[in-house]
T-cell receptor, first 116, second 113 residues
Framework: DSGVTQTPKHLITATGQRVTLRCSPR?????VYWYQQSLDQGLQFLIQ???????AKGNILERFSAQQFPDLHSELNLSSLELGDSALYFCASSAAGQRAAGNTIYFGEGSWLTVV | AQSVAQPEDQVNVAEGNPLTVKCTYS??????LFWYVQYPNRGLQFLLK??????LVKGSYGFEAEFNKSQTSFHLKKPSALVSDSALYFCAVILPGNTPLVFGKGTRLSVIA
């Protein structure tokens, strides 16, 4: 158990809908990351937050947004869903910024999203 | 440009034999290198990392990896494979600067009894 908790574990929704994925980082971790894993794209970095502020942005679509709350949990909002958004979405956390020596990034078990 | 490459999509090895999963990187400066494993229907589990210091890094479940700067490689190894090691293995790198963890495409390891 990595200590990173993601909900829901599985989600099936229709095209055009909106969903919210939730993540609780490891106790004490300030950084939260979101990744998307799909068969054709592999593991893609979406976005990182550090202590409530956006720190880095990757290949995140405009239809997707995220935030980190004062209690450090994070939510990833996916809207106007398309079939191609079906993927496993991972949340990860680390103690501080990624370059901080010794910090390891720990991943949750992911949220499986199926868009039908 | 690809920052980290895993040249093999699939590696098959007999139980009890040594295993190697290859990873090469193509970045300047001093990268931080990681290995993660993903078991079926599970999340990514951290195995080991190289930050600095000794080029041979030991990690979880008997795995180790050797950082080779001249060959820009960070191959994952285990002296004696177990059937339970069968999984998807990812090499990852943090590039100089404030960049995210960048993953290779993954290598599926099958250990055959």
């Amino acid at each position: 158990d990595s200590g990173v908790t993601q909900t829901p574990k599985h989600l099936i929704t229709a095209t055009g809908q909106r969903v919210t994925l939730r993540c609780s980082p490891r106790s004490g971790d300030l950084s939260v990351y979101w990744y998307q894993q799909s068969l054709d794209q592999g593991l893609q970095f979406l976005i990182q937050y550090y202590n409530g502020e956006e720190r880095a942005k990757g290949n995140i679509l405009e239809r997707f947004s995220a935030q980190q709350f004062p209690d450090l949990h994070s939510e990833l909002n996916l809207s106007s869903l398309e079939l191609g958004d079906s993927a496993l979405y991972f949340c990860a956390s680390s103690a501080a910024g990624q370059r901080a020596a010794g910090n390891t990034i720990y991943f949750g078990e992911g949220s499986w999203l199926t868009v039908v | 440009a690809q920052s980290v490459a895993q040249p093999e999509d699939q590696v098959n090895v007999a139980e009890g034999n040594p295993l190697t999963v290859k990873c090469t990187y193509s970045v300047s400066g001093n990268p931080y290198l990681f290995w993660y494993v993903q078991y079926p229907n599970r999340g990514l589990q951290f195995l080991l990392k190289y930050i600095t210091g000794d080029n041979l890094v030991k990690g979880s479940y008997g795995f180790e990896a050797e950082f080779n700067k001249s060959q820009t490689s960070f191959h994952l190894k285990k002296p004696s494979a177990l059937v339970s090691d069968s999984a998807l293995y990812f090499c990852a790198v943090i590039l100089p600067g404030n960049t995210p963890l960048v993953f290779g495409k993954g290598t599926r390891l099958s250990v055959i009894a």
